[in-house]
């Protein structure tokens, strides 16, 4: 069936370093790849996406890669901060229907 | 503007209860969602509807009901609240548009079922 796997499931980096968040993705028909982060109490919010016909999109400090033939895509937090701790969904949009699916997320901690 | 909105934003109820949740969108968006959101379960799609008068089944329906009677509503109804439904709900629009793909979501409702 559809699914999104996404590691790792926690991630504590040091201030200023960056962090990797993968996903892996099963339907070969997705063509939309958000990225959300979550605060705690807060409803997602978008902070990245990128379509099928893309291999790679930033926005400042925040990147997003994809590599269909693998049907992975990573997200990319450079110099981080301690606002950037939350937790980070990616999502997979099936090609023909209204469906996302989620990953589990990742709980990204940055250490001051 | 205020985007999506869901009411209540908190409930206690008791198994064998029944509710109604509402979201509400001002975008004029056709289509809705309903997730609920566990621990280490990512978010998982309950029902959803790609127009007015018009819904479908998602991953986890089993125990709800929707209705969309007015564009702008998407009612999310459970008739008899069991424990597993404890949860915190999602809702979530967006465009029938190809260059317009993102969802935009509510603030969520959290529901506790004794």
């Known amino acids: 069936g559809e699914n999104v796997e996404q590691h790792p499931s926690t991630l504590s980096v040091q201030e200023g370093d960056s962090a990797v968040i993968k996903c892996t993705y099963s339907?070969?028909?997705?063509?939309?790849f958000p990225w959300y982060k979550q605060e705690l109490g807060k409803r997602p919010q978008l902070i990245i996406d990128?379509?099928?016909?893309?291999g790679e999109k930033k926005d400042q400090r925040i990147a997003v890669t994809l590599n269909k033939t693998a049907k992975h895509f990573s997200l990319h937090i450079t110099e981080t901060q301690p606002e950037d701790s939350a937790v980070y969904f990616c999502?997979?949009?099936?090609?023909?229907?209204?469906?996302?699916?989620f990953g589990t997320g990742t709980r990204l901690k940055v250490l001051a | 503007n205020a985007g999506v909105t869901q009411t209540p934003k908190f409930r206690v109820l008791k198994t064998g209860q029944s509710m109604t949740l509402l979201c509400a969108q001002d975008?004029?968006?056709?289509?809705m969602y309903w997730y609920r959101q566990d621990p280490g379960m990512g978010l998982r799609l309950i029902h959803y509807?790609?127009?007015?008068?018009?819904?479908a089944k998602g991953e986890v329906p089993d125990g709800y009901n929707v209705s969309r009677l007015k564009k702008q509503n998407f009612l999310l109804g459970l008739e008899s609240a069991a424990p597993s439904q404890t949860s915190v709900y999602f809702c979530?629009?967006?465009?029938?548009?190809?260059?317009?793909?993102?969802?935009?979501f509510g603030p969520g409702t959290r529901l506790t079922v004794t």
């Open positions: 979530a629009s967006s465009y029938p548009d190809r260059l317009k793909l993102e969802q935009y």
């Open positions: 339907d070969s028909a997705s063509n939309y």
């Open positions: 990128i379509r099928s016909n893309v």
């Open positions: 999502a997979a949009r099936i090609q023909g229907t209204y469906k996302y699916i």
């Open positions: 975008m004029n968006h056709e289509y």
């Open positions: 509807s790609v127009g007015e008068g018009t819904t």
